[in-house]
């Protein structure tokens, strides 16, 4: 159960867009289309961002997306806000019925 | 509006037992799939257990296999982990969070929708 790998950090202006990457494997996120995306404030629980790899839940702005490709996922963030510097972390399910989650990136808004 | 709130954390020495809780309401309860996410002290999320909405299947992390049990009450509306053996390395914030909607003996959905705030776990001498 390795974790899957992001960058630590990722940078952007006000009103930029920035991506960040998750890759794993071919027993995770390249098996299922179960990959998860989570942002968390400081001090504060996670919250849902996109899951199954494109899907936004209710509430969560149209400025973030997700995809795909092979073994790694991707998170994008269009038109930068000073509230989007927060960690972010990818999940995704395992073909061994499990959870793995990235080792988070963190979002400067510069 | 969907409540996830945990209790039942705090101080316990290394080889010690604690069990948290997770009080869910605003939902019905016995009809989703149910986790633990921990997160040590300034280090990311990490998935400890699940267990699916009639607790007919449960699954755990390697770092908690055999230490560590998942187990629900839905009369309840209650999420429970029972943590033995505990650890320097099991020190961290526990979160209860709601997985997929369950149906006929399947869940749909491998990710967490809802989280509560968490409840603060050190294992220390």
């Known amino acids: 159960q390795s974790a899957l790998t992001q960058p630590a950090s990722v940078s952007g202006s006000p009103g930029q867009s920035i991506t960040i990457s998750c890759t794993g494997t071919?027993?995770?996120?390249?098996?299922?289309?179960?990959v998860s995306w989570y942002q968390q404030h400081p001090g504060k629980a996670p919250e849902l961002m996109i899951y199954?790899?494109?899907n936004r839940p209710s509430g969560v702005s149209n400025r973030f997306s997700g995809s795909k490709s092979g073994n790694t996922a991707s998170l994008a963030i269009s038109g930068l806000q000073a509230d989007d510097e927060a960690d972010y972390y990818c999940?995704?399910?395992?073909?061994?019925?499990?959870?793995?989650f990235g080792g988070g990136t963190k979002l400067t808004v510069l | 509006e969907v409540q996830l709130v945990e209790s039942g954390g705090g101080l316990v020495k290394p080889g010690g037992s604690l069990r948290v809780s997770c009080a869910a309401s605003?939902?019905?309860?016995?009809?989703?799939?149910m986790n633990w996410v921990r997160q040590a002290p300034g280090k990311g999320l990490e998935w400890v257990s699940s267990?699916?909405?009639?607790?007919?299947?449960?699954y755990y992390a390697d770092s908690v296999k055999g230490r560590f049990t998942i187990s629900r009450d839905n009369a309840k509306n209650s999420l429970y982990l029972q943590m033995n053996s505990l650890r320097a390395e099991d020190t961290a914030v526990y979160y209860c969070?709601?997985?997929?909607?369950?149906?006929?003996?399947?869940?749909?959905?491998?990710?967490?929708?809802?989280w509560g705030q968490g409840t603060r776990v050190t294992v220390s001498s």
């Open positions: 969070a709601r997985g997929g909607y369950c149906s006929g003996g399947r869940c749909y959905g491998e990710h967490f929708d809802n």
């Open positions: 605003g939902f019905t309860f016995s009809s989703y799939s």
């Open positions: 267990i699916t909405s009639a607790g007919t299947y449960i």
């Open positions: 071919s027993s995770d996120v390249g098996y299922y289309d179960f």
């Open positions: 199954d790899v494109t």
């Open positions: 999940s995704s399910f395992t073909t061994s019925s499990t959870v793995v």
